[in-house]
């Protein structure tokens, strides 16, 4: 990969991982109601998404997926279900005491992982970055060892600075209105990006 292309590839990254999504909600969310070691086990879980999702890329399985309308569709609405079913939880639950020390950070990390996979718009990105800016003549592995590292970077910026965000908030929150409030804008983002995922077309690979 050129010095050009990674350039590209990093900015797209950054546009990628850094445009607000449930991934950036979660995390402000742990932020605000967790102790920022224990809130930092959701970017652990995004980590290992990512991880994942960039091993199976290389080896072309996003394509596969994408390849499959049908099985798309059942995941996307699987995701859809779960995002909103979130949001609901939230709102319902933004008038009580936010558990601060009542889920371990086994919880913590297993709900950020559910939350990274379970979107299947998270296909259609990574199928862009590989469709885009891997070189078919050079070997795929020679490519991960530049691609994974930036990758994995900047998705550890974007996450953790979307946690300290949480945790400034959780700090400003101080009035219980403002705090349940605050609580309810974050349950509506689930619910909304729900609906947006429920409604959105499978991703197409390039021919």
């Known amino acids: 990969m050129s010095f050009e292309a990674w350039t590209i590839f ?16 979660n995390c402000i969310s742990n932020g605000m109601s967790l102790p920022f070691p224990k809130a930092m086990m959701g970017v652990l879980a995004i980590l290992t998404q ?52 009542e889920r371990p950070a086994r919880q913590v990390y297993l709900h950020a992982l559910a939350v990274a996979t379970i979107n299947p718009k998270s296909v259609a990105g990574y199928l862009a970055a590989f469709s885009q800016f891997v070189q078919p003549e050079v070997p795929i592995w020679q490519q991960m060892v530049v691609i994974m590292p930036t990758a994995l970077i900047i998705t550890t910026l974007s996450y953790t600075g979307f946690t300290v965000l949480g945790a400034l908030m959780g700090k400003a929150a101080l009035g219980a209105v403002f705090n349940i409030w605050v609580r309810r804008v974050m349950a509506a983002c689930f619910i909304i990006y729900g609906v947006l995922l429920g409604t959105s077309t499978a991703p197409a690979a390039r021919g």
């Not at 990093?10 to 909600?25: C, D, E, H, R, S």
């Not at 394509?63 to 609405?77: C, S, Y």
């Open 10 to 25: 990093a900015l797209f990254w950054v546009v990628f991982v850094t445009t607000p999504g449930p991934n950036a909600v």
């Open 50 to 101: 990512a991880s994942m999702f960039l091993i199976l890329s290389a080896l072309g399985v996003t394509a596969l997926i994408a390849a499959f309308p049908t099985g798309f569709f059942m995941a996307k609405l699987v995701g859809a279900g779960f995002l909103i079913w979130l949001g609901v939880r939230g709102w319902m639950n933004a008038t009580k005491p936010a558990p601060v020390s």
